[in-house]
Every structure is written in C-alpha cells, then in structure tokens.
C-alpha cells in the first residue's frame, strides 16, 4: 500500500519560501496523479497544486500561480512544493495525497473523495 510523508514544513516570515517533500514508500506508477493540499484553521481542505505522474502534467490553484512550483524526482519517487512569496494565507496544514487514474485537476479538485492515499501532513506557518 502506498504511504506518504511528507518533510520541509515550519516557519517562514512573508515573502519568504519554503520547499516542501512528499516521499511514497513505492514506486509511483504512471496512472498516479499526485498533489498537495491544504488546510487552514476553520476552513476546509483545498487542492494546491497537483500532477499526473505520467506526463507531468500539472495544476494549480489560481491562488498560487506565479508563486508555486510542483516538481518531481521519478528515481526517489518524490514530489516536491516549491513555496516562494509566502503570504500569512497560506499557513496551514499541508498534505500529500495520491490516487489512481484521476488526472491532476480532477485530484486537486476533489480533496474530499474517499479512496486517496493521504500523508499526515506537514505545518507551514507564515507569520512575522
């Protein structure tokens, strides 16, 4: 089964950048799509940015385009958040999440199904 962990949160002044990790525990195949998402205090978990590990297709949440870079390292079988520009709003919780045969938008754009694979997350807190 697949396990995620994710690394590389903590706290981060705005303006400021952060690279987040997410390691799976085995081979990522191609009809993964895989992604990150967050969770702020009293909202609801939303998709930041997603990728579909077979073409490397990629999407992102309008909020962090331009700021935000999802990346991957196919021999570690890791996916990566590049954070730049850091803005208070993006404190929160962040999670890895992986599924079968989704493309990266329908991933991101569903972070309440049920049959995802889901890291324990990792606290990005941006804060002067």
Not at 9 to 14: A, E, I, N
Request: with cysteine.
């Amino acid at each position: 089964q697949l396990q995620l962990v994710e690394s590389g949160g903590g706290l981060v002044q705005p303006g400021g950048s952060l690279r987040l990790s997410c390691a799976a525990s085995t081979v990522i195949s191609e009809y993964h799509a895989i992604g990150w998402f967050r969770q702020a205090p009293g909202k609801e978990r939303e998709g930041v940015s997603c990728l579909k590990w077979r073409d490397g297709t990629t999407y992102y949440t309008d909020s962090v385009k331009g700021r935000f870079t999802i990346s991957r390292d196919n021999d570690k079988n890791t996916l990566y958040l590049q954070m730049n520009s850091l803005k208070p709003e993006d404190t929160g919780v962040y999670y890895c999440a992986a599924a079968t045969f989704r493309t990266a938008q329908f991933l991101c754009s569903t972070p309440g199904a049920g049959d995802y694979y889901w890291g324990k997350g990792t606290l990005v807190t941006v804060s002067s």
